[in-house]
């Protein structure tokens, strides 16, 4: 014997049912909103990470002792790590533009932004070693760590499961 179940759903629940998946549908078409709440978050862990040299994406190495000595010399340079004339850390501090489907970090025009995330060697002849001291990722991780992306699916989560109409 077979049975034949048959649910009927009440046109008001389809109704809103249909509501909800097509606000859902709008939602996933532009993730503007979420990624940009994102940037602000990852930024601060930026910030975080510069401030206390290294601490979010591994320590740096201090200054060499000829290189610390010569900007304890040099007027006008800031004497601290990955700190000349601030222009990197501004740079990236203000920058992070977030669209549709994902955020754009534009550090580019600074000549020196690579080899300092990295490391390797620079200046001159390319004589000068200079140590990776990752500031905008984690270079272990090649990007977003683990951590940051839990928080990236929770914002997303969160900004797609909300019940407002959009």
Known sequence: MEVVTEIKTDEIVK??????????????????????????????????????????????????????????????VDKRILRLYNRLIKKAFNSGVASDDKIVFEVAGLPYVRIHQVGGYAGKDRKAYIPPRPYLYSNEAKGFR???????????????LEDKKQ
């Open 15 to 76: 109704k809103e049912l249909q509501e909800k998946l097509d606000n859902l549908i709008k939602k996933v078409k532009t993730l503007k909103n979420p990624l940009t709440k994102f940037k602000d978050y990852y930024i601060s862990v930026i910030k975080k990470n510069y401030y206390g040299y290294g601490s979010e994406f591994g320590k740096w190495e201090s200054l060499s002792e000829k290189y610390a000595e010569w900007k304890n010399r040099t007027a006008d």
């Open 146 to 160: 683990q951590k940051d992306l839990f928080v990236l699916q929770k914002i997303i989560e969160n900004y797609l």
